[in-house]
Nanobody, 124 residues
Framework: QLQASGGGLVQAGGALRLSCAVS????????MGWFRQAPGKERDYVAA????????YYSNSVKGRFTISRDNAKNTVDLQMNSLRPEDTAVYYC???????????????????WGQGTQVTVSS
């Protein structure tokens, strides 16, 4: 089970930190990803991290502003979002897939487990 939290309303230029808590004993075996979906749009791949944190992926739209991290002892994966823009407004989802992969090659169909989503709204 994945539980995302940390969304909210923030002004442009502000920051938010999303967190995803994962139940289970094998969290350290999963690649973790963050996706987002704005109204009327597809669910986009935002960031991902390998099981041992050795590799990360960021979409071009968030590179340099967002940072993904994980704590395998606490079964959590976070997304620090800085310099937020109105176009970052979306529901953000965390997702998990067992194993190590070339993270940029994954898409939403590759992820097996999903959290419920948390709303992020950035006002201009």
């Amino acid at each position: 089970q994945l539980q995302a939290s940390g969304g909210g309303l923030v002004q442009a230029g502000g920051a938010l930190r999303l967190s995803c808590a994962v139940s289970g004993r094998t969290f350290g075996q999963y690649s973790m990803g963050w996706f987002r979906q704005a109204p009327g749009k597809e669910r986009d791949y935002v960031a991902a991290i390998s099981p041992n944190s050795g590799a990360t992926y960021y979409s071009n739209s968030v590179k340099g502003r967002f940072t993904i991290s994980r704590d395998n002892a606490k079964n959590t994966v976070d997304l620090q979002m800085n310099s937020l823009r109105p176009e970052d407004t979306a529901v953000y989802y965390c997702a998990a897939v067992r194993g190590s992969y070339a993270l940029p090659n994954l898409n939403r169909r590759d992820y097996s487990y999903w959290g419920q989503g948390t709303q992020v709204t950035v006002s201009s």
